[in-house]
């Protein structure tokens, strides 16, 4: 089996596992019984790396239209390394800890009405950003892989070609990603 071949099989594999471990997580009933305070923090923690991958996102973009290829590297190279460790305490977290829900004041895992009906509408803009950035951070992982294999495998003008709207989705991603934690942090009980 040649190597663009096994990167294929890779990506797709990833492609795959990644949503679908993270769906698993967040929608099973079960967790893993982990009493620890600090994963609690893990969603701050979470918003600050995907604020540091935005930054990252956009140096990079300026690093290579200023034709500064290593630092571009760099940069990308970085934001991808944040996103492997994001995962990696998102899986975490969502493996010991029930998700929180936007709105329940008394944090009891219950939505009553006159909680509903404290945060009105602000729940349905909050669950707007939320179901777009679920499905874009789902959506965009191939494409960043693809992205990393065409740079890799020094494919530029396909790497070019996807990033054209791969790196718009991947910022999306991060920006929201720290929006959705800045609106459902007061409901965590840290």
């Known amino acids: 089996m040649n190597n663009k071949k096994m990167a294929m099989t890779v990506v797709a594999a990833l492609s795959i596992i990644v949503p679908a471990l993270v769906a698993v997580l967040i929608y099973s009933p079960y967790k893993i ?7 609690r923090s893990i969603p701050a923690f979470n918003a600050t ?17 200023k034709g500064n290829i290593q630092g571009h590297k760099i940069a990308m190279s970085s934001a991808l390394g944040l996103g492997v460790c ?12 029930e998700s929180v829900i936007f709105g329940d004041v008394n944090m009891d895992g219950v939505l009553d009405d006159q909680e509903a009906l404290s945060v009105g509408t602000m729940r349905s803009v909050y669950l707007t950003i939320l179901l777009s950035h679920i499905l874009l951070s789902a959506a965009v992982v191939p494409f960043v892989l693809l ?3 065409f740079a890799i495998a020094q494919e530029f003008d396909r790497h070019k070609k996807i990033v054209k709207f791969t790196w718009p ?4 991603v ?9 609106l459902a942090s007061p409901y965590y009980s840290v």
């Open 33 to 39: 019984s982990a009493d620890y305070d600090w994963l």
């Open 49 to 65: 790396i995907n604020s540091m991958t935005a930054i990252l996102l956009i140096a990079g973009a300026v690093m290579v239209k």
């Open 86 to 97: 994001f995962l990696l305490a998102y899986v975490l977290y969502h493996a010991t800890v």
């Open 147 to 149: 992205a990393f294999y």
């Open 169 to 172: 989705i991947w910022l999306y």
């Open 174 to 182: 991060s920006v929201t990603g720290v929006i959705v934690y800045l």
